[in-house]
């Protein structure tokens, strides 16, 4: 089931067992759902897109990159808080913004 693809599984699936299930792939935390909208897919998109952006590595620009993009693009619409711990690489958080921001509009 948490095989999907992720950017069609932003568009189309909307059963919440479904983005539980997802958020428990990931490494154990203490993940509040109530910091997340009170939705499991807006937990599942705010904790994916600060997973990638923490391992994102500046000195591999080229590809992970785009795929920090891609993230952000699909996930724009379930993303309205991000919180990081650390960021090991220098992502550029201005396009990355500018991604999100543009296709709100």
Same mark, same amino acid.
């Given at each position: 089931?948490?095989?999907?693809?992720?950017? +069609?599984?932003?568009? @189309?699936? @909307?059963?919440? &067992?479904? !983005?539980?299930?997802?958020?428990?792939?990931?490494?154990?935390?203490?993940?509040? +759902?109530? $910091?997340? #909208?009170? =939705? !499991?897919?807006?937990? @599942?998109?705010?904790?994916?897109?600060?997973?990638?952006?923490? $391992?994102?590595?500046?000195? $591999? $620009? #080229?590809?992970? #990159?785009?795929?920090? *993009?891609?993230?952000? %693009?699909? %996930?724009? &619409?379930? +993303? @309205? =808080?991000?919180? =990081?711990?650390?960021?090991? #690489?220098?992502?550029? *958080?201005?396009?990355l913004c500018?991604?999100? !921001? &543009?296709?709100?509009?």
């Amino acid at each position: 089931m948490g095989d999907l693809d992720l950017k +069609i599984a932003s568009e @189309f699936v @909307f059963d919440e &067992n479904y !983005w539980k299930q997802r958020c428990q792939q990931f490494p154990p935390r203490n993940y509040q +759902i109530n $910091e997340h #909208g009170l =939705t !499991w897919k807006q937990l @599942f998109f705010e904790t994916h897109l600060q997973q990638c952006l923490e $391992e994102h590595d500046s000195h $591999e $620009e #080229g590809r992970r #990159g785009l795929d920090l *993009l891609s993230v952000a %693009s699909y %996930s724009q &619409n379930y +993303i @309205f =808080t991000l919180k =990081t711990q650390q960021l090991l #690489g220098h992502p550029n *958080l201005d396009l990355l913004c500018q991604t999100v !921001w &543009n296709s709100v509009q």
